[in-house]
């Protein structure tokens, strides 16, 4: 994990300096994706089978060029209804580093991208849709890559796949989502 912090860091410090800083292409931004989540689940090392929801992720942060952004998110991996008014939530919120390399020009036409960065995962049990009964968390790295297109510098549209990870009470969670995300930077 420490790895991976020291490159988001480098990686943005780099891209900071000389020439790279082109004013047009920096400022802030927000983002929100909609898709699946499927969860994997393993118990002492065992398979415990997978499950699939819908996802809804919001993200913001600060392109500091066309190149490099920071940036956090908070959103709903999973929800399921365990029995009735008490459901379960898998919500993540984290803080990492994006990257994103143009066809045209700065956020104009075709892109790829990744992001990588610490996501807190947290298993919730609700009562009567907000009473919080329970909740476990765990820290881990998450990382993922992005294509899209950029129909302006303002706005573009993006298809997401994340990964993320979490030992919580001893069951081990692999979470991949794939999304569509719509950006608008001001």
Same mark, same amino acid.
């Given at each position: ?8 860091? !480098? ?43 819908? !996802? ?131």
């Amino acid at each position: 994990m420490k790895n991976i912090l020291t490159l988001a860091v !480098s990686l943005a410090i780099a891209s900071l300096s000389g020439t790279a800083l082109a004013q047009d292409a920096a400022g802030g931004y927000i983002r929100g994706e909609i898709g699946r989540s499927d969860i994997d689940l393993e118990i002492g090392g065992v398979d415990a089978g997978s499950e699939d929801d819908t !996802s809804a992720v919001f993200s913001g942060g600060y392109w500091f060029n066309e190149f490099v952004a920071l940036e956090g998110h908070v959103g709903s991996l999973y929800n399921t209804e365990l029995e009735d008014d008490i459901d379960l939530d898998l919500v993540s919120m984290g803080v990492g580093v994006a990257v994103k390399k143009s066809f045209g020009g700065p956020h104009t036409g075709f892109f790829v991208g990744g992001r990588a960065g610490v996501a807190r995962l947290t298993a919730q049990v609700r009562e009567d849709e907000f009473d919080v009964i329970d909740d476990e968390s765990d820290i881990k790295p998450y990382f993922g890559v992005s294509a899209g297109y950029d129909f302006s510098p303002r706005f573009g549209l993006s298809l997401n796949w994340d990964r993320r990870q979490a030992d919580i009470e001893g069951v081990d969670l692999d979470v991949d989502t794939i999304a569509v995300g719509g950006e608008y930077r001001f």
